[in-house]
């Protein structure tokens, strides 16, 4: 069946460090998110890419969505204390959201 | 969001009770999700509903149960809890139009089975 499958699970960094979390799918996606998740919150949806190669930005965080719409990345530039939370991708195919499993960021100060 | 509303927000209860989790929403949007959080595994899909007439199962729908009895509002149910279902439960909306709009979430309810 359709799976999503994100790495790292967890990534510790010293503030000022980049950092990168991966997805990758079984098949080809429609589109996919990206949505943040601040400890003991909820799910809060980032940004959405659609179309084969995109590339969007958003201040220090940059999202790519790979050729083939099976891959993307999330990239923070220069992390902040504020970006600790946990990241998840959600690829959408079949009326459906298959949510990768999630990084954990850690941004020691 | 406040505008998608999840009670109650936690729950103890033993093996064997039946348990209904409400899921209300302000935002006027037709399609609610309910997803259980597990850590390490993410966010699962459970049930999901296009509209008041139409629901679907997701990846794991056993055990579980679902009534939409208005467009704003979506119930899960687990007929008789088993300790495996401890987790926490997300229900979230999104809009009908174009295709898979970004979902809004509840504050979630955080379920322990004994």
């Known amino acids: 069946g359709q799976q999503v499958m994100q790495i790292p699970q967890y990534q510790h960094v010293q503030e000022g460090e980049d950092f990168t979390t991966y997805c990758n799918s079984s098949?080809?996606?429609?589109?996919i998110q990206w949505y943040k998740q601040r400890p003991g919150g909820h799910p809060v949806f980032l940004i959405q890419?659609?179309?084969?190669?995109e590339v969007k930005k958003q201040k220090r965080l940059t999202f790519q969505f790979g050729e083939a719409k099976k891959n993307s990345s999330l990239h923070i530039t220069a992390t902040q204390t504020t970006d600790v939370g946990t990241y998840f991708c959600a690829g959408y195919n079949f009326n459906k959201f298959y949510f990768g499993s999630g990084t954990k960021l850690n941004v020691k100060p | 969001d406040a505008d998608v509303t999840q009670t109650p927000r936690n729950r103890i209860t033993k093996t064997g009770k039946r348990i209904m989790l409400e899921c209300s929403q302000t935002k006027g949007h037709d399609r609610m999700y309910w997803y259980r959080q597990d850590p390490g595994l993410g966010l699962r899909l459970i049930y999901y509903s296009f509209d008041v007439k139409d629901i679907n199962k997701g990846e794991i729908s056993d055990g579980y149960s679902v009534s939409r009895q208005a467009q704003a509002k979506f119930s899960l149910s687990l007929e008789s809890a088993i300790p495996n279902q401890t987790a926490l439960y997300f229900c979230?909306?999104?809009?009908?139009?174009?295709?898979?709009?970004?979902?809004?979430f509840g504050d979630g309810t955080r379920l322990s089975i004994l």
């Open positions: 979230a909306t999104s809009e009908k139009t174009g295709m898979g709009q970004p979902q809004h």
């Open positions: 890419l659609v179309k084969s190669g």
């Open positions: 098949t080809t996606l429609s589109n």
